[in-house]
């Protein structure tokens, strides 16, 4: 009887869990060519699509690039806006925490503006389309559900 009740409490478990987690993608910006000029960020982009709780990693050569998040309109103009504090690790991993439109250019003078070193993306929101969640998840709400299945856990203990 225990046995039987750990294999559906798992069974539920991975149910409720596993999409969570590969749902969540890392992108590495430009796959294999980094953070870079001369590179078509929007062609990379165009058949992507971001969701909250993805993120984007920016790679590249520390002091050669840098990543600012800016609004459309410096976006636009590949103006890093003042006071911000841009990204310069090389290695920068930016969590994409709620829908939208995100822009990042690099703040290196004409790398955006002449040679192309810019990236928009639409960010989605993930629990509501298009990967519908576990149905019992959405009626009871996430912390709930985990409740009930940690007291059925429990009860699969003893
Ligand atoms: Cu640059």
Redesign the pocket.
């Known amino acids: 009887m225990a046995t039987f009740t750990h294999i559906v409490v798992f069974a539920i478990l991975a149910v409720v869990l596993l999409p969570a987690t590969t749902m969540a993608t890392d992108y590495v910006v430009g796959d294999d060519s980094g ?3 001369n590179y078509d960020y929007q062609a990379w982009a165009k058949d992507k699509v971001f969701y909250v709780g993805d993120k984007l990693v920016f790679k ?1 050569p520390q002091n ?3 990543v600012y998040k800016v609004n459309a309109s410096s976006f636009a103009s590949c103006t890093v806006p003042t006071p911000s504090t841009g990204l310069t690790s090389g290695n920068d991993v930016v969590p994409l925490v709620a829908p939208g439109k995100k822009w990042y250019i ?3 003078e ?3 503006k002449d ?1 192309g ?1 810019r990236l928009v993306i639409d960010v989605q929101q993930g629990w509501m389309a298009p990967a519908p969640a576990p149905s019992s998840a959405t009626v009871f709400g996430y912390k709930t559900f985990m409740a009930i299945i940690s007291v059925l856990a429990m009860i699969a203990m003893f």
Do not use: D, P, R
Request: proline share 0%.
């Open positions: 953070w870079t000029t590249y050669v690039h840098n690099c703040g290196v004409g790398h955006c040679l070193q």
